[in-house]
């Protein structure tokens, strides 16, 4: 198994967790550097033409691509521990969840965004930022919504166990910590998220502790 992946992406941080709960090790782990822009070499646009990380290939491939994608096809090929619950809508509510960061919030502040932002509209570094918070924000509130009134949710996004939503969480609210957005107006997301990141799965999948991350972020 070969994953394409990147201290900073919190893209792949949501399949490491994944993998880390289903105790994958991939054989190779191939560094794509976002930030020198690697994902639009050749050599990467061959692996995913979309020029996202994160990728996976196992076994002979063809290359997996899209987290959630990647990580329904982990939940189907080793479905212990699941992260996905039995009851069809169970996994409608903890995909839904994990949707708000995956499909609605992260896709906004992305580098292939943010360079557009920068280069194209020409909108500088505080309008940057200022939308980034807003999106993030959004997702958070959205989040707190559904978590705060639903009977579903219990110590995790979706009763006892941690499921694929739980990973989306962690991700909304490092994404969140990476721009300093308040949290003080999510206290049930903060909670379960809390409660995640202690669980080694989640805390070694960090995007801080992977190789060549810095002690901390500046954005
Ligand atoms: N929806 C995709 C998002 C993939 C994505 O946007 N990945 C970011 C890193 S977290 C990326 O590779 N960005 C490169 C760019 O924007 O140029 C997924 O969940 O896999």
Known sequence: MKF??????????????????????????VNIDLMKGDQRQDAYRQVNPQML?????????PILFQSIAIMEYLDETHPHPRLLPADPRGRARVRA????????????MVPRVRNFMEH???????????????????GLAAMEGHLSRDKETGTFAHGESVTMADICIAAQVTGAGFFKVDVAPYPTVMHIATRCMELAPFA?????KQPGAPAAVAH
Do not use: M, T
């Open 204 to 208: 070694k999948a960090h995007p801080l």
């Open 4 to 29: 394409y992946s990147f201290w900073r992406s919190l893209a792949s941080f949501r399949v490491r967790i994944a993998l880390n709960i289903k105790s994958i090790v991939p054989d190779e782990v």
């Open 53 to 61: 990380l994160p990728a996976l290939i196992d076994g002979d491939g």
């Open 120 to 138: 194209e509209l020409k909108l500088d570094e505080p309008a940057r930022e200022k939308w980034i918070r807003h999106w993030i924000a959004e």
């Open 97 to 108: 969840l994990a949707l708000i960061n995956a499909a609605d919030s992260h896709p906004l």
